[in-house]
């Protein structure tokens, strides 16, 4: 079975800081996918970022970056100098194997970026 | 580009009245399409999936239904509302690996 765990239920930071939100998964799949979503105030999750299980390179795009770690599986998401815009509601998923592509949430966390 | 629509964005409706929610998705052809449900607490409960016209995998018994009646639309179902199907509904299309969602339905069952 697989599952996701992002053991932060909230977060909150002041402007400017950096922040690292954990995510730890758990599949037999060889190959598989890791995603990133947010959720801001509205609802609509917003697709941030995928990784499959063969590139462990790490990820920079902006103010965000990702550390994906297969011998420990994890995959970290860095916000770098936050913003207040960034308060969102983060959640990490991994696919299952399969042309369905289903995916398994993690429980999210709960970001706050304070002025 | 794709885009994908959900409708009604909001609904209230009495226990034991029946649901319709719509899902459509537009600048694609052949996506998978999901339901998921967001309960207050904020996990997301994959509740249906559909790889084909027809094609409807349920995750978990319920009393909620899906249907596929063409290929970019994709309908989420009940006879008889349970207040605990109160929630945010989200659909979402995917066609390689990211899963991209609508704006959401959300549903107050009273």
């Known amino acids: 079975a697989q599952k996701v765990t992002q053991a932060q239920t909230e977060i909150s930071v002041v402007e400017k800081e950096d922040v690292t939100l954990d995510c730890v998964y758990e599949t037999r799949d060889t190959t598989y996918y890791l995603f990133w979503y947010k959720q801001p105030p509205s609802g609509e999750l917003v697709f941030l970022i995928r990784?499959?299980?063969?590139?462990?390179q790490n990820e920079i795009s902006g103010r965000y970056s990702w550390n994906f770690q297969k011998s420990t599986s994890s995959f970290n998401f860095t916000i770098t100098a936050s913003q207040v815009v960034d308060s969102a509601v983060y959640f990490c998923?991994?696919?299952?194997?399969?042309?369905?592509?289903?995916?398994?949430f993690g429980s999210g966390t709960q970001l706050t970026v304070l002025p | 580009s794709q885009t994908i629509h959900q409708w009604p964005a909001t609904l209230v409706q009495p226990v034991g009245s029946p649901l319709s929610l719509e899902c459509t998705v537009e600048g694609t052809s052949n996506p998978n399409l999901y339901w998921y449900r967001q309960a207050a607490g904020r996990g997301l409960q994959l509740l249906f999936y559909s790889v084909g016209i027809g094609q409807i995998s349920s995750e978990v018994p319920q009393n909620l239904s899906a249907s596929r009646p063409q290929d970019r639309q994709f309908i989420l179902s009940s006879k008889k509302l349970l207040l605990s199907d109160s929630g945010f509904y989200l659909c979402?299309?995917?066609?390689?690996?990211?899963?991209?969602f609508g704006p959401g339905t959300r549903l107050t069952v009273t």
């Open positions: 979402a299309w995917s066609w390689e690996s990211e899963q991209y």
């Open positions: 998923a991994l696919t299952r194997g399969g042309s369905a592509r289903q995916l398994t």
């Open positions: 990784r499959n299980s063969f590139d462990e």
